[in-house]
């Protein structure tokens, strides 16, 4: 025996007679994932997630939250003698003052917006792919869970320095709560201990910022990552991979590298732009008062589509009985936003009550072949992308010297218009590669090759496909529409007829789609 | 569980699974030669990782004045130090990566494994089992019976939940009438903000616009930065498209609003001259000065309060009296249909 085995050895014998772990260490270390680049996406969020704690943990050793008013002494000349909160100052002096400070200020502010991203990104594949279906509604909620906490914790983060443009971020929100009704301006002055600003915002942001959120995150991803363990990952559709198997490679040794190699790519990838890419430069901004703001002023990207839809909301307050109501914050800034992120960690559920499905999912669909979920996926994005495009509305006007008054209105429109013509093309579009599909199945691909026939005809051979990519297009489920009856036997309406009526054509739409071809047509078809 | 969806069956003649695809060898498991070049690659990217960590080291011993910059082509200037630290940081952790990664996908065996799923739902007899488990154990307790127990349990629940609430009670202040005011009232001079000046009326062009604050003792702490800056604007008379109370309220030419948009609370820092539009850089808010800062586009919904103006014995710029409405955002309490 090797030394290095026989050391390896007593290390293992060390923690299996006090833990017995040797089976099942040896189960999860053989443990099968299936490969493909769409389940990296998880992969950065959590990534990005170990940046944020490493790059966070150093900036908490110099940053200073407190209010308390310095003049500034620092490195920085042209802000030399300002007065200013401590916030602001630490952060000038990690800027300029520690060596690597500003790096990694960047580097954390530039994985906190990858963070978001690769949640958005990786949501979108477990929608679009269907991977949300039982058994794993659970972890469907929980990922929506995350993405609302970071939405949140990335606000916070980008609102310490206490800067001007994040301060007017906080302006804003104060305004938000404050318009809620009837506790809104209490919760406002619990919240920033008095009027706004106060001096106590920025040390309760933090504790929320460095402890709280971080320590939810820790909770949820456990979770979140054990379920996935548990449940085994979902697989695509393909030859020998079915729903009651999994196909991949092992843990160890494949997983172990590729996966702790992305993390360190990942990492990478964020340190060259935390070096080449500047980011919230927040010297240039000056200290925070709410006397004074900058034009152009933009949230961080996945808080722009709130700020689009504030900007474009119509200016309507209910003034009556001694009390205002203003629907022109409350509509865009809380009542849409709880109505979608509602909607989206129901949809699970929605769709399996739809169809009446109570089975058990592994296998993922391709996302055309379910048009009607794909054509829904899509809607919501040009929703939130009409949103996210009016949140820049302003910046929009100066760059290509248009009118802010028209992109106002056309976001307006089209944010009304947009999405259901999206749902309309982008379900064209799956029935079409539906079709398309079907046509290669049946009729081969296109070789290019052209061929005179000896009457004179041209035409064009088709290859067939092999066995494998045939079975890959042809072997999606093909589920029915309910009909659950309005009126029993005997002519009497059942109960809740409306209901039962509505579920039925909502399920026909989800189920609209073009028949896979059958293993009867194919043969037909080699035989002619 | 069935493969699919029920309806799958009535299919006829599925097309058949043939199995996942034959195994295919790589050149590094069938030519040593090219083993030996992949093994090669994933050493000479290991190396290079460390060539980063001493870029890394040399910037970080090396250039101790933050304040140097580089311009870069298209991304503009970055400070030399952090683009050095920055640069070596990312090629050693890139390269580690790129390193593990290549190792993985050449070198280490690339053979799809299949394993079986197990269905989650429990067998029936263990479901029927925990059941009777929980209903026995929960009899056993009895609490049906303990009707006493039952009460006082409910009782000293619900009231402990108090405790979390009130106990935040201290957070901050009540608002009382808070939002409703500021620091002018009748006779406060206008002081230009920065500077700290009284004005005259002969101190304003036809056209400009002055940011002014109420005569404090002290300097302004913020939170009267968030609630009492006042924009002064002086037009020609002519312009005016007012009615004869809010005219009254501005004194030749002079008029003056809130600078805190009534919309979110952001400064109303744009002024359009041509046009006498007063913009919010936040939501695009636009006030006509002329007719008293009507709102006539984006999502605020009440024009910016007018403050009533005259001149006091000296010749100075004062108020007339103190807001008729509270200035900045909406809330539940404001009653927007009474003057204050």
């Given at each position: 025996m090797k030394k290095s085995e026989k050391a390896a050895g007593s290390v293992a014998n060390f923690v299996d007679e006090r833990t017995g772990a040797a089976a099942w260490a040896k189960k999860n270390l053989t443990k099968v994932f299936p490969d493909h680049w769409s389940f990296m996406l998880g992969e950065v969020a959590l990534y990005s997630f170990i940046i944020l704690l490493l790059s966070g943990t150093f900036l908490t050793f110099w940053f200073n939250p407190s209010q308390n008013d310095v003049v500034y002494k620092g490195a920085y000349q042209p802000l030399s003698g300002i007065s200013m909160s401590?916030?602001?100052?630490?952060?000038?002096?990690?800027?300029?003052?520690?060596?690597?400070?500003?790096?990694?200020?960047?580097?954390?502010?530039?994985?906190?917006?990858?963070?978001?991203?690769?949640?958005?990104?990786?949501?979108?594949?477990?929608?679009?792919?269907?991977?949300?279906?039982?058994?794993?509604?659970?972890?469907?909620?929980?990922?929506?869970?995350?993405?609302?906490?970071?939405?949140?914790?990335?606000?916070?983060?980008?609102?310490?320095?206490?800067?001007?443009?994040?301060?007017?971020?906080?302006?804003?929100?104060?305004?938000?709560?404050?318009?809620?009704?009837?506790?809104g301006t209490y919760i406002a002055f619990f919240v920033f201990g008095g009027p706004f600003p106060g001096a106590v915002f920025i040390p309760r942001i933090y504790i929320v910022h460095v402890l709280l959120l971080p320590g939810l995150f820790l909770a949820l991803i456990t979770v979140h990552l054990m379920l996935v363990w548990y449940q085994k990952h979902t697989q695509y559709p393909g030859p020998g991979r079915t729903n009651k198997n999994v196909v991949g490679y092992p843990l160890m040794p494949v997983y172990m590298a590729k996966a702790g190699g992305f993390f360190f790519v990942v990492f990478g990838i964020t340190s060259l732009l935390g070096a080449l890419a500047s980011i919230n430069p927040i010297w240039l901004y000056g200290p925070y008062t709410p006397g004074q703001i900058s034009a152009g002023s933009q949230p961080d990207w996945y808080m722009g589509w709130l700020d689009g839809l504030v900007r474009m909301a119509p200016n309507i307050e209910t003034h009556a009985f001694g009390h205002t109501i203003s629907w022109n914050i409350l509509a865009p800034g809380v009542i849409i936003p709880g109505i979608l992120f509602t909607g989206m960690a129901l949809y699970p559920f929605i769709e399996s009550w739809l169809l009446n499905d109570k089975l058990e999912h592994h296998l993922l669909d391709r996302p055309r072949n379910n048009p009607n979920r794909t054509a829904l996926g899509a809607m919501s994005l040009a929703f939130i992308l009409v949103a996210l495009i009016n949140g820049g509305n302003d910046l929009i006007a100066t760059h290509f010297k248009s009118s802010i008054n028209d992109i106002m209105w056309f976001s307006r429109i089209g944010i009304l218009v947009i999405p259901p013509i999206t749902f309309v093309i982008t379900k064209r579009i799956c029935l079409a590669l539906q079709r398309k599909d079907r046509e290669i199945v049946l009729h081969g691909r296109e070789s290019g090759r052209l061929v005179m026939m000896p009457h004179g005809e041209f035409v064009e051979v088709h290859t067939p496909l092999d066995k494998y990519d045939t079975y890959k297009l042809a072997s999606h489920p093909q589920p029915k529409a309910l009909e659950i009856p309005t009126h029993d036997e005997s002519g009497v309406r059942v109960k809740r007829p409306l209901v039962n009526k509505l579920r039925n054509r909502l399920s026909r739409a989800a189920t609209e789609q073009v028949a896979a071809p059958s293993g009867d047509e194919l043969h037909e078809l080699e035989h002619h | 569980m069935s493969e699919n969806l029920e309806s799958d069956k009535e299919l006829s003649g599925k097309i058949?699974?043939?199995?996942?695809?034959?195994?295919?060898?790589?050149?590094?498991?069938?030519?040593?030669?090219?083993?030996?070049?992949?093994?090669?690659?994933?050493?000479?990217?290991?190396?290079?990782?460390?060539?980063?960590?001493?870029?890394?080291?040399?910037?970080?011993?090396?250039?101790?004045?933050?304040?140097?910059?580089?311009?870069?082509?298209?991304?503009?200037?970055?400070?030399?130090?952090?683009?050095i630290l920055g640069c070596g940081l990312g090629i050693a952790l890139l390269m580690i990566g790129l390193a593990a990664v290549q190792w993985a996908r050449q070198l280490m065996p690339d053979n799809e494994v299949i394993a079986q799923r197990h269905e989650f739902r429990s067998s029936d007899e263990a479901r029927a089992d925990f059941v009777s488990t929980v209903k026995e154990r929960a009899?056993?307790?009895?609490?049906?019976?303990?009707?006493?127990?039952?009460?006082?349990?409910?009782?000293?629940?619900?009231?402990?939940?108090?405790?979390?609430?009130?106990?935040?009670?201290?957070?901050?202040?009540?608002?009382?009438?808070?939002?409703?005011?500021?620091?002018?009232?009748?006779?406060?001079?206008?002081?230009?903000?920065?500077?700290?000046?009284?004005?005259?009326?002969?101190?304003?062009?036809?056209?400009?616009?002055?940011?002014?604050?109420?005569?404090?003792?002290?300097?302004?702490?913020?939170?009267?930065?968030?609630?009492?800056?006042?924009?002064?604007?002086?037009?020609?008379?002519?312009?005016?498209?007012?009615?004869?109370?809010?005219?009254?309220?501005?004194?030749?030419?002079?008029?003056?609003?809130?600078?805190?948009?009534?919309?979110?609370?952001?400064?109303?820092?744009?002024?359009?001259?041509?046009?006498?539009?007063?913009?919010?850089?936040?939501?695009?808010?636009?006030?006509?000065?002329?007719?008293?800062?009507?709102?006539?586009?984006?999502?605020?919904?009440?024009?910016?309060?007018?403050?009533?103006?005259?001149?006091?014995?000296?010749?100075?710029?004062?108020?007339?009296?103190?807001?008729?409405?509270?200035?900045?955002?909406?809330?539940?309490?404001?009653?927007?249909?009474?003057?204050?």
């Open positions: 401590e916030a602001y100052a630490s952060t000038l002096h990690i800027s300029f003052d520690i060596r690597g400070g500003l790096l990694m200020r960047q580097i954390h502010h530039w994985a906190a917006l990858i963070f978001v991203a690769a949640i958005i990104a990786h949501l979108l594949r477990v929608f679009f792919t269907g991977a949300f279906r039982k058994p794993r509604e659970l972890n469907w909620i929980i990922g929506v869970g995350l993405l609302t906490f970071a939405i949140v914790e990335g606000f916070l983060g980008y609102s310490l320095p206490d800067d001007l443009l994040s301060g007017t971020g906080i302006r804003i929100a104060e305004a938000i709560i404050q318009a809620i009704p009837v506790v | 058949p699974d043939p199995g996942i695809h034959p195994h295919v060898l790589r050149a590094a498991d069938v030519d040593p030669k090219a083993e030996k070049r992949a093994e090669k690659k994933v050493a000479i990217l290991f190396a290079l990782s460390g060539l980063g960590t001493l870029l890394f080291i040399w910037g970080f011993v090396g250039f101790t004045n933050n304040n140097s910059v580089v311009f870069l082509p298209i991304l503009g200037e970055v400070q030399t130090s952090q683009l009899g056993s307790v009895q609490l049906g019976r303990r009707k006493l127990i039952k009460r006082s349990i409910g009782f000293s629940l619900g009231l402990i939940g108090i405790v979390p609430i009130l106990s935040l009670r201290d957070l901050g202040p009540l608002p009382r009438k808070q939002l409703e005011e500021t620091d002018w009232s009748k006779g406060i001079r206008l002081m230009t903000d920065p500077g700290k000046q009284p004005i005259k009326p002969e101190d304003l062009e036809v056209g400009s616009v002055v940011q002014v604050m109420p005569e404090l003792s002290g300097d302004a702490s913020l939170e009267q930065v968030a609630k009492d800056p006042v924009l002064l604007i002086r037009l020609r008379p002519a312009d005016f498209n007012l009615n004869a109370e809010r005219l009254s309220w501005t004194y030749n030419g002079i008029i003056a609003f809130s600078k805190i948009c009534s919309h979110m609370g952001c400064a109303v820092a744009l002024y359009e001259q041509q046009t006498h539009h007063l913009l919010c850089p936040c939501h695009q808010s636009t006030f006509d000065v002329t007719r008293a800062a009507k709102v006539i586009f984006g999502p605020a919904a009440r024009p910016l309060p007018q403050l009533p103006i005259t001149v006091d014995s000296d010749g100075f710029l004062v108020a007339a009296s103190g807001f008729l409405e509270p200035v900045g955002p909406s809330f539940w309490e404001r009653n927007s249909n009474k003057k204050i």
